[in-house]
């Protein structure tokens, strides 16, 4: 029998409900699609991991972390760059952190995958919004009910980086093994047969959540494995490019791609 994996990037309130503080437009019609899927599927899907996104109201890409030359903190979606930093135009709150800081959004822009993006706060540990979607919870329950567990993947809860992956940070921490190389996530998605891969955000999470893991098989054989589905995940708005660019490289690489609805049909 084939081993079934289903991975669930980031399937919370703040990014697939309306109301949520980052809601990615169209997220809640994917856990919708979704949910259906796994009642269908639900006696052939081996495991189920999900991934969360859990920060601190102080957070790097949070406005609380910094200020302008008036105090003032940084809209949402404000960039901020090394020389925005170096030159004082945005400073952290905590005046210590500044060398730190312009070290960091150069290590951001040297990796040249984000800069940092300040987004509204979200996911905050322990709120309702850092919550799996209901409907995703109720179809995770039920398949648990087989006497299985779904394996929730936390990340996110260091102040000083972005956490987009599930597999590593954006600037790995040295003090911080959370921040570090996920082996054991990839080792276990390597054991699979074929892995189902959704959630939020296509354009960020999801994109490198996959890009890690794939890089982290150390053989792109492996890749072949894995299956987006695409009516189950959607990127930020203003990100679109982001996922389509996200998409053709990691076909390119040998991921497939199928439908909610196509899956194991």
């Known amino acids: 029998m084939k081993k079934i994996h289903l991975l669930v990037i980031d399937p919370q309130r703040d990014f697939c409900c309306p109301d949520g503080a980052l809601f990615v437009a169209g997220a809640d019609k994917d856990m919708d699609r979704l949910t259906t899927m796994i009642d269908r599927v639900a006696?052939?899907?081996?495991?189920?991991?999900?991934?969360?996104?859990?920060?601190?109201?102080?957070?790097?890409?949070?406005?609380?972390?910094?200020?302008?030359?008036?105090?003032?903190?940084?809209?949402?979606?404000?960039?901020?760059?090394?020389?925005?930093?170096?030159?004082?135009?945005?400073?952290?709150?905590?005046?210590?952190?500044?060398?730190?800081?312009?070290?960091?959004?150069?290590?951001?822009?040297?990796?040249?995958k984000y800069p940092l993006c300040i987004w509204p706060e979200h996911c905050l540990i322990g709120s309702v919004g850092a919550t799996v979607t209901p409907q995703l919870m109720s179809a995770f329950q039920k398949w648990e009910r087989s006497f299985a567990m779904v394996n929730y993947v936390s990340k996110g809860s260091n102040i000083y980086t972005e956490h987009y992956s599930a597999i590593k940070a954006e600037v790995p921490d040295a003090t911080d093994p959370t921040t570090q190389i996920n082996t054991g996530l990839i080792s276990t998605i390597m054991e699979a047969d074929e892995v189902a891969i959704a959630g939020e955000a296509g354009s960020h999470c999801l994109a490198n959540t996959v890009r890690d893991i794939a890089d982290g098989f150390g053989d792109d054989s492996y890749v072949q494995k894995l299956v987006l589905l695409t009516d189950a995940t959607s990127p930020v708005p203003g990100f679109e490019k982001f996922q389509d660019d996200f998409i053709n490289e990691m076909v390119k690489r040998g991921m497939k791609l199928s439908t909610t609805v196509e899956f194991l049909a």
């Open 43 to 112: 006696d052939s899907l081996e495991d189920i991991h999900c991934t969360l996104d859990q920060h601190h109201l102080v957070d790097v890409a949070h406005p609380i972390f910094w200020k302008d030359s008036a105090g003032n903190p940084p809209k949402p979606f404000t960039i901020i760059g090394s020389k925005d930093v170096a030159d004082g135009v945005w400073t952290p709150r905590e005046v210590g952190l500044t060398r730190r800081m312009i070290e960091y959004v150069r290590a951001l822009e040297k990796g040249g």
